[in-house]
């Protein structure tokens, strides 16, 4: 069975660093094929992709958000990181983590969500 | 970047009717190995999103179906056969042909 949850800060200040982590159980990031996705949505708004981490630690960033993502992964304790530099209210959204496989090129399963409000 | 255009529904829709929502994309999303890197996923209210189909028309696990994908390498439909109260949300296409990766704005089903 395979579950993700996210976990982070909830609340923080403009230009402080956003940590995120995604902690999943039912697979690991180690098998050939497998990998994490970031995705975040602010409240009433769409869905944007914001990187994803592979198997072999490709990794791949959305450039609108330019320098300030870092996606990271610690396969022995299944969990994947996602750290946002300098944030600012346009920051504020649920952010989740999902998996993906290769081959099939989809977000298979989903964790529930974390809510990050950036608040002066 | 490949746009993702979503269209709107005639809501509400009425209970046991069909919808079909279109989705386009600027780039074709055709793959040279002839599978076509286009998902659908319903957001529920208060929930993740959740996969509903890949590769254009093919149904993830446990889907219903009800749920049809259909379209060429830029333009797609998702149909609902007789709608129902729980296909209530928003639904989003999505590329995967490329990165970065993008999502359609979304559309809101609602029943009557």
């Known amino acids: 069975q395979v579950t993700l949850k996210e976990s982070g800060p909830g609340i923080l200040q403009p230009s402080q660093t956003l940590s995120l982590t995604c902690t999943f159980s039912g697979f690991s990031l180690s098998t050939y094929g497998m990998g994490v996705g970031w995705i975040r949505q602010p409240s009433g708004k769409g869905l944007e992709w914001l990187a994803n981490?592979?198997?072999?630690?490709?990794?791949y960033y959305n450039p609108s958000l330019k320098n300030r993502l870092t996606i990271s992964k610690d396969t022995s304790n299944n969990q994947a990181f996602l750290k946002i530099t300098n944030v600012d209210t346009a920051d504020t959204a649920t952010y989740y983590c999902a998996r993906i496989a290769s081959y099939y090129w989809y977000f298979d399963f989903w964790g529930p969500g974390t809510m990050v409000t950036v608040s002066s | 970047d490949i746009v993702m255009t979503q269209g709107a529904l005639p809501n509400p829709v009425p209970s046991g009717e069909s919808a079909s929502i279109t989705c386009q994309s600027s780039?074709?999303?055709?793959?040279?190995?002839?599978?076509?890197?286009l998902n659908w996923y319903l957001q529920r209210p208060g929930q993740s999103p959740q996969l509903l189909i890949y590769?254009?028309?093919t149904r993830a696990s446990g889907v219903s179906d009800r749920f049809s994908g259909s379209g060429s390498g830029t333009d797609f439909t998702l149909k609902i056969s007789s709608v129902e109260a729980e296909d209530v949300g928003v639904y989003y296409c999505q590329q995967f042909l490329e990165y970065p990766l993008t999502f359609g704005s979304g559309t809101k089903l609602e029943i009557k």
């Open positions: 590769w254009m028309s």
């Open positions: 780039k074709s999303l055709l793959h040279s190995n002839g599978k076509t890197y």
């Open positions: 981490i592979w198997w072999d630690d490709d990794k």
